[in-house]
T-cell receptor, first 114, second 110 residues
Framework: GAVVSQHPSRVICKSGTSVKIECRSLDFQATTMFWYRQFPKQSLMLMATSNEGSKATYEQGVEKDKFLINHASLTLSTLTVTSAHPEDSSFYIC????FGRGAFFGQGTRLTVV | DAKTTQPPSMDCAEGRAANLPCNHSTISGNEYVYWYRQIHSQGPQYIIHGLKNNETNEMASLIITEDRKSSTLILPHATLRDTAVYYCIVDMDSNYQLIWGAGTKLIIKP
């Protein structure tokens, strides 16, 4: 079964509202999780690294005030897209690494801002 | 930048073996070769990984050359559900993010 669970899988929201995406590691503790964004026909682009108990590390060009990341426990990280706009519509994916087993990914969240 | 090069696309007939090549000529001694695949609108799926020896699991086989500068992922009996983008990544077994290249789009044809 899946070792990283991401929810919701699809969400449609109105422009200006906020959306929260959850990512859970089910059978291992993840001190670090990664949030990616993927546009159609493109590879994954890292947005930020989520660190349990501390602030996330954002990639260049990613607005930390817009994409709020919280990693309050060893099994849960959340990404909140604040004041969403249509250009934020994308496929968001979380990931966590498990030593000796590689990286595992959530199912992805298709966000559509209307 | 990605440390691997892969062909952008490949076709394979259903039921035949699909052999996906990957070049990683700058791989270092402590880096593993990982293979993932991504089916449309889903998160990437782990397939297999290896360091030096060839590896096999229920999904695929991984053949790594003796000099470790290239590898081949083998799907022994491809089905239509194996149509996906396959990513070859080299990385240490660490807690850092993986560097993603463009991958190979594999199309399985009936």
């Amino acid at each position: 079964g899946a070792v990283v669970s991401q929810h919701p899988s699809r969400v449609i929201c109105k422009s200006g509202t906020s959306v929260k995406i959850e990512c859970r590691s089910l059978d291992f503790q993840a001190t670090t999780m990664f949030w990616y964004r993927q546009f159609p026909k493109q590879s994954l682009m890292l947005m930020a690294t989520s660190n349990e108990g501390s602030k996330a590390t954002y990639e260049q060009g990613v607005e930390k005030d817009k994409f709020l990341i919280n990693h309050a426990s060893l099994t849960l990280s959340t990404l909140t897209v604040t004041s969403a706009h249509p250009e934020d519509s994308s496929f968001y994916i979380c990931s966590a690494r498990s030593f000796g087993r590689g990286a595992f990914f959530g199912q992805g969240t298709r966000l559509t801002v209307v | 930048d990605a440390k691997t090069t892969q062909p952008p696309s490949m076709d394979c007939a259903e039921g035949r073996a699909a052999n996906l090549p990957c070049n990683h000529s700058t791989i270092s001694g402590n880096e593993y070769v990982y293979w993932y695949r991504q089916i449309h609108s889903q998160g990437p799926q782990y397939i297999i990984h290896g360091l030096k020896n060839n590896e096999t699991n229920e999904m695929a086989s991984l053949i790594i050359t003796e000099d470790r500068k290239s590898s081949t992922l083998i799907l022994p009996h491809a089905t239509l559900r194996d149509t996906a983008v396959y990513y070859c990544i080299v990385d240490m077994d660490s807690n850092y993010q993986l560097i993603w290249g463009a991958g190979t789009k594999l199309i399985i044809k009936p």
